[in-house]
């Protein structure tokens, strides 16, 4: 059975950290690359970064430098971590493998 289950997500105040994990299937997690999409509400969903199968990364410019992605092999999991956490971070986190997509964890911003 497919299956992305994300979890991490919460209230933080601006500047603090988040991790967001999400456990995949094995046949997801050995076979594609895998991504975070957040999207915030009256927002399309927007790419945020991406892990491949060899572990090269891409992050997207607007999270650079504060949220880095890693995946652990053994665990068949990747995470999200966020730091420097802004306001304008609130949004639903989406995990993503190809067609696949998880039902999201909510990251709310706020003092």
């Known amino acids: 059975q497919v299956q992305l289950v994300e979890s991490g997500g919460g209230l933080v105040q601006p500047g603090g950290s988040l991790r967001l994990s999400c456990a995949a299937s094995r046949s997801i997690f050995s076979l594609y690359a895998l991504a975070w999409y957040r999207q915030a509400p009256g927002n399309q969903r927007e790419f945020v970064a991406r892990?491949?199968?060899?572990?090269?990364?891409n992050i997207a410019d607007s999270v650079k430098g504060r949220f880095t992605i890693s995946r652990d092999n053994a665990k068949n999991t990747v995470y999200l971590q966020m730091n420097k956490l802004k306001s304008e971070d609130t949004a639903v986190y989406y995990c993503n493998a190809e067609k696949y997509w998880g039902q999201g964890t909510q990251v709310t911003v706020s003092s």
């Open positions: 892990v491949g199968v060899g572990g090269i990364t």
